[in-house]
């Protein structure tokens, strides 16, 4: 499947900058995004009609520079860690 413009006009956004306001589904159309400012956080209509954000609740908490091969040496890496390469 390929992405695609909406067939309604260019992407919107609707914004918020109160504090853990989040947007409901019948509040965003497809190609809607909603961004809340005060959090940082922007949220999208799934395609089973549920509200999603970005970044997700168990978001990226902390970034770490590493080697590859300390990378491929980690036993596990942790998903709400950036790794960024060097």
Do not use: C
Request: glycine share 6%; net charge negative; aromatic share 6%.
């Amino acid at each position: 499947m390929a992405f695609r413009l909406p067939d309604k006009g260019p992407v919107r956004v609707r914004t918020s900058s109160t504090p853990a306001d989040t947007p409901t589904v019948n509040e965003l159309e497809e190609g809607e995004l909603a961004l809340n400012a005060a959090d940082g956080t922007l949220y999208f209509q799934t395609a089973s009609d549920a509200v999603a954000q970005f970044p997700g609740s168990t978001g990226i908490k902390s970034i770490v520079s590493i080697s590859q091969a300390a990378y491929d040496a980690l036993a596990v890496k942790d998903s709400s860690t950036l790794y960024v390469i060097t």
